[in-house]
């Protein structure tokens, strides 16, 4: 992998979790994610730190895009979905249990559901940012559909 097509990788994964996260967390599951915190007050911000979610954001997207591009070959859109569907759920099932012991931000239901929703995010981010690497210069054996797949001997 390129240090070019990590760059677009991660600016494009980081606008598709940015988008889709405040879909998800602020508008789908902010009643859900209301009701199921833990006993600790004072903890969410009023207004979120635009700045810290974009770094945040693009920070995870890295991890993706080398997740996708660690390959021999380029990642179609349904691998690109898979890898990272895999990726996001595990990273943030571990976080959430770390945070759920030795914290009280959220409640168990929370710290569950939690990685299931990340699990759809990261998978459409994963689809995404595999998508757009296909299309551009450096894919090592171009863009692929799943139809073009043969049986895998990796």
Known sequence: MDIKR?????????IALYILGY?????AFADFY???RGSATGVARDTPLIWSLALGALSYAALLTLAIETRTRSATIVEG???AAIVGFLFWFSVG?????LG????????????????IRAGISGAIIAAVLGKIAGAQEGPRTDAQE???TE
């Open 34 to 36: 209301a009701a199921n």
């Open 150 to 152: 043969g049986p895998q």
């Open 81 to 83: 979905l898979k890898i």
């Open 97 to 101: 249990f770390y945070r759920y012991a």
């Open 23 to 27: 879909v998800i967390f602020g508008l």
């Open 6 to 14: 990590l760059i677009i990788g991660t600016v494009v994964g980081g």
């Open 104 to 119: 009280n931000v959220w409640n168990l239901t929370a710290t569950l559901v939690d990685p299931l929703l990340e699990l």
